[in-house]
């Protein structure tokens, strides 16, 4: 291998962790954030996407105290701070459930479930939970 | 990209968002599991499987076990364990519709 393959002692991969479950009714999405988390520390190239359920992750206003659950969407801001920007968005996923961009906490980057299949393919890992 | 689907879709919706979502060009799709029951015949995928012109895998030891040995819609492949990794292998990059 050259070393262009390399950058601080190891290949720089892209991974796309794809999220399409609800965040309480199951575990996924909390487990699914805490590996984005541990992924950060690898210095990857790392994108987040949401589709079907998965979109109801990032939607503004979840309040758990009634269900005695932690809220772990504000991490979703915090993911801009471990150098995690790339969050994809499938236009369709977020129609179907009435949602627009505006319901959503952070910015993200809606695209069309053609684009988002693009996306798909030119990753080297993809990760769902 | 190599896409596995394991539930039903008539539980789940991961065949579903490989039909929505997946680039076509180079895609595959291998059912196990209970992804199998996709691809039994005069069920209520096959036409959407058909149309999207996406080649079908089935992990046949799933397949067997569940009973559709004679229940499964033409066109489809046919793989065994041997023939799950040289799919994985054959593709750039693998996605599991959980």
């Known amino acids: ?112 479930a053609a684009e988002m299949g693009a996306m798909m393919t030119e990753q080297d890992v993809v990760i769902t939970f | 990209m190599l896409h596995i689907v394991n539930k039903s879709p008539f539980d789940a919706n991961g065949l579903a968002g490989v039909l929505r979502v997946a680039n076509k060009d180079g895609a595959a799709l291998l059912l196990i599991e209970d992804g199998v029951y996709a691809a039994v015949k005069n069920g209520a995928n096959e036409a959407a499987l058909k149309a999207s012109g996406i080649p079908v895998y089935v992990l046949q030891p799933d397949s067997d076990a569940r009973g559709l040995q004679t229940r499964l819609m033409d066109g489809v492949s046919m793989v065994d364990y041997g023939g799950f990794v040289d799919l994985v292998a054959a593709h750039s990059n693998v996605q599991s519709w959980l």
């Open chain 1, 1 to 112: 291998m050259s070393d262009m393959d390399f950058e601080e002692g190891g290949a720089v991969k892209k991974f796309m962790f794809v999220n399409r479950k609800a965040p309480y009714g199951t575990i996924y999405a909390l487990e699914g954030l805490e590996v984005v988390l541990i992924s950060a520390a690898f210095d990857q190239d790392v994108s987040l996407a949401f589709l079907d359920d998965g979109v109801f992750q990032l939607v503004k206003g979840q309040k758990t105290d009634g269900v005695e659950m932690k809220n772990f969407s504000p991490t979703y801001r915090a993911l801009e701070g471990y150098d995690i920007e790339k969050l994809y968005v499938e236009r369709e996923s977020l129609e179907a459930r009435g949602l627009s961009e505006d319901d959503l906490l952070v910015d993200v980057q809606v695209m069309s």
